[in-house]
Structures are given as C-alpha cells and as structure tokens.
C-alpha cells in the first residue's frame, strides 16, 4: 500500500502524470504522420477545387493538446483549422458585437464574415476568375458567408480527394458526428487516429471557424446560419507557452490538467456517467486552469506541488458550477492585453455555462465534491491497475516471444 502522507502522495500524482502521458517522441511520430496525410489530403482537394470556390491556404494550424503538450493517452485526436480566403474579386470582412446604436446583433463567442466585392478588378479571362458572382452565389446568404455551406463544400471536396491517397497498410476514411467530419487514419488495423478538419478565415490575430452555435438561437438570435465561431486556439498556445518560460523546471502545470482530464474520460465510460464527467467539456476543464496558470505564483507550480494544484482544480471547478459562471477565459480578459497575447478585448465576458440546466449544474457540482474528497484513494487505486495492466502487458509479450523461438529440436542451419 501506498504512504498516505502528503510528499508520498505527490509521488503516486507524478507516478500516474507519467504513465498517462505520451513520450515527446511519440507525439512527434504522430504529429509527423499525420500533418503528412492531412497536406496530401488538402493538395488534391485543391486539385479538385473550381473556379469560385474558396482558395485552401498553404499553411495549416494545429490545435488543441497534441500541440500544446497536454494530450493523455485515451486520445488518439489531432485538431487542424484549414484557413480559407475568397477567390478575387471578392473580399471578407469580419464583423463582431455590436452595431452603431450599441445594439447586440451578433452573440458572445461568434462573428460574421461579409463578402464585399472589390471595385476596379478586371475580370481574368485566364487568371483568378471567369465568373465573379459564382462564390457569392454559392457561399454567401444575404451577403454574408454561411458556415453551412462552407462545411458541406469541404466536406464533399474531402471525400473525392481522399480516395487518391493510396498507401500500403494505411486506411483513410471519413465518419460524421454532428456536424463534424472526422478522418480517420488506420495503420496496420490499430487505434486509429481521428483528425478533425474546421475551415476556418483569419481577422486581426483570430480566427472564426464554421463550427454551429450549439444552442437554441432561433429566440436569440434569428440569423444562425451566418455565426462563425471565435477560436482563440493561437492564443491558448501562445499564452502557455509564455507562462510555462517563467515557470520552475519541470513545473507540474501541464501535469495538473492531463490527470483531470484522465480522469474525466475514464469517469464517462462509467454506466451511467456522472453528470460532471457528461456535461463539462475537456475545453471546460482546460478554461478553469488557464484561469489558475494565469493567477497563482510561479513557485506554486513546482513539481512538488502537483497534487496541490489538481486538488485546487478540482475547487475552481465546484466553485465555477456553484456560481453559475465559467467565463471565457479570452473575452473581456483586459489583463491579457498587458501580456501582448490578444490586441483586443473581444466583448464581454463569455459565460460557458450559460446554456446548462440549473439541475445539471447542482449534480455535477455535489459529484465533484464527492470526487474531491476521495481523489486520493482514486489516484491511488489508478496508479495501481495501471500498474498491474503493464505487467499483464509485459508477460504477454514475453510469451508471444517465447512460443515464436524455435525449439531445441528444431533444425536450425548453420549459415
């Protein structure tokens, strides 16, 4: 049994941080792999593109914790935004919050892109454009660009590109959930990998992505088809990045976040799940430590503090479901403006939990006491099994070796 002391528990915390974390040489291997797919895939897509359709720009944007050093080992997932821009003699403008009345016209956490054609381009006879109203025409309600129709149309140019990509013990396909399309790449019939592709246009020092509003904004807000969502996924990383050099060495942040997140994921395969491991997001959990990685010292990060520093996860997020309120960690945050991370304030503050019900908040709340009150003995009983799963794993492939040897009668010549 483990010593049940506060240092001793620590360990058992670093124990389980590293048997749930991917080695930087298989991220790499990885992210290698599948940033190679993800190009050739995008190459023939534009190969394939028409004229009047959206120019795929050179350079994708990984997202997300396979490129922010925060990806456990339940995730086999890579996030991409693919930037997009209109084919000339178009021009997209982004527009955010309100108008010159001070009136709301666009909700928290979304934008809209106009399509304005610009005045004085000579239309090409072999250049850019043979027809300038097809983009608009196809792309665009009300002279504003549709999410939905952005979607459907990389969407279905990514389903005839992929079957040019041909390549021994690989298998590339598509699946749907919701409105996600999700490749996946399957090596030698393993887990596969699961890339989500967002087209995505950049404005100032963000991006807008056609990812849906998940709400109900036909009583909110009528124009839905023309909300593109705000990412601050540039930002997330920028921001980590610069926290993470005034740090201790070998700070235990990023520890903090993969064992909650572990252990969020393995409480979902429950049956039934609990209601904090169902309705809070990875994304909620990552906004509540962002929050603490911007408030708390650096020395309060040192590898001997990773405990610590879960456990107060564990409370801002009871906290945050008590209140009501999880704001967005990037809109209304001024204090960022003085770390040089965004150029502008970006609303008000975005309230994440704005949408639950109020009876899903109280149980996901009184569960994650629960949690917190018996994390230790959780973290313990993990660190053990997956202890005991190693070895299983290790004596099973000594006996798969074994029964491959040849045995002493067999004939074995001398070369």
Request: proline share 5%; hydrophobic share 35%; charged share 25%.
């Amino acid at each position: 049994m483990y010593n049940s002391s506060a240092v001793q528990q620590n360990v058992i915390y670093q124990e389980l941080s590293d048997m749930i974390s991917f080695t930087s040489d298989e991220i790499q291997r990885q992210r290698e792999l599948t940033e190679n797919v993800v190009k050739r895939l995008l190459n023939k897509m534009r190969e394939l593109s028409v004229s009047g359709d959206p120019v795929i720009e050179e350079d994708i944007i990984g997202t997300g914790s396979s490129f922010e050093g925060l990806k456990v080992r339940e995730e086999h997932e890579f996030d991409f935004m693919i930037p997009i821009r209109s084919p000339l003699p178009y021009r997209l403008s982004p527009e955010f919050g309100t108008d010159k009345r001070d009136i709301k016209t666009i909700l928290n956490m979304f934008g809209q892109i106009r399509c304005i054609r610009l005045q004085n381009v000579m239309e090409m006879q072999g250049g850019y454009y043979k027809r300038p109203a097809d983009f608009k025409d196809k792309f665009c309600a009300n002279d504003y660009l549709s999410p939905k129709r952005i979607r459907e149309w990389f969407q279905s140019l990514a389903d005839r590109a992929v079957i040019h990509i041909k390549e021994k013990n690989m298998d590339l396909t598509f699946s749907q959930q919701g409105p996600a399309r999700t490749l996946n790449i399957n090596i030698n019939k393993q887990k596969p990998i699961s890339v989500d592709l967002v087209p995505a246009v950049k404005t100032n020092d963000i991006y807008l992505v056609a990812k849906p509003y998940g709400g109900s904004p036909e009583d909110y807000y009528p124009s839905n088809d023309s909300l593109w969502r705000m990412s601050f996924s540039v930002q997330e990383r920028l921001f980590i990045v610069q926290k993470t050099s005034t740090l201790p060495l070998n700070s235990c942040h990023r520890q903090a976040l993969k064992i909650m997140k572990y252990i969020k994921q393995k409480e979902r395969k429950n049956i039934p799940a609990p209601h904090w491991s169902s309705c809070l997001s990875s994304y909620h959990l990552k906004t509540a430590w962002l929050y603490l990685l911007q408030q708390n010292r650096p020395h309060e990060w040192q590898p001997s503090c990773l405990r610590e520093r879960v456990l107060e996860l564990i409370r801002k997020l009871v906290e945050s479901l008590e209140d009501k309120q999880l704001y967005h960690f990037f809109l209304g945050n001024t204090t960022l403006l003085n770390e040089k991370v965004i150029s502008d304030a970006y609303y008000s503050k975005g309230n994440l939990l704005s949408e639950m019900k109020s009876e899903t908040l109280v149980q996901a709340n009184s569960q994650l006491r629960i949690l917190y009150k018996n994390f230790d003995s959780m973290v313990n009983e993990i660190c053990q099994n997956l202890q005991l799963n190693k070895q299983h794993n290790l004596e099973s492939m000594e006996n798969e070796i074994y029964q491959e040897l040849p045995s002493q009668n067999s004939y074995c010549p001398i070369l």
